[in-house]
């Protein structure tokens, strides 16, 4: 298998059985291992961690308040349109 990157489905591959980082549409953002992907950017992740961000605006301050929310999810199927970016691991060199 070759460790280059040639076009951008070539990261994702580089990336199976890592941890990742997906950002998603409606303020969700996972972090998992990657188990496998298709041409769709449909991931299958493990041991993830999903972090919810939501914005409400307070009615007699107009100050936002800004709520996290995190759990944990063993095993989870992401379909690809939902998905904005994906970040590889860290790697040393």
């Keep these: 298998m070759s460790s280059s990157v ?4 070539d990261l994702i591959r580089l990336s199976l059985d890592e941890r ?4 998603c549409r409606g303020e969700r953002e996972l972090r998992g291992k990657l188990h496998s992907y298709d041409q769709h950017l ?7 961690e999903e972090t919810v961000t939501t914005v409400e605006v307070d009615e007699d301050t107009y100050e936002e308040i800004v709520r996290t929310s995190k759990r944990s999810i063993e095993m989870l199927f992401v379909r690809g349109d939902v998905v904005i ?4 691991p860290v790697r040393t060199t």
């Design 6 to 9: 040639e076009e951008p489905l």
């Design 20 to 23: 990742i980082h997906v950002k």
């Design 42 to 48: 449909n991931m299958v992740l493990g041991d993830v």
């Design 85 to 88: 970016l994906v970040s590889p």
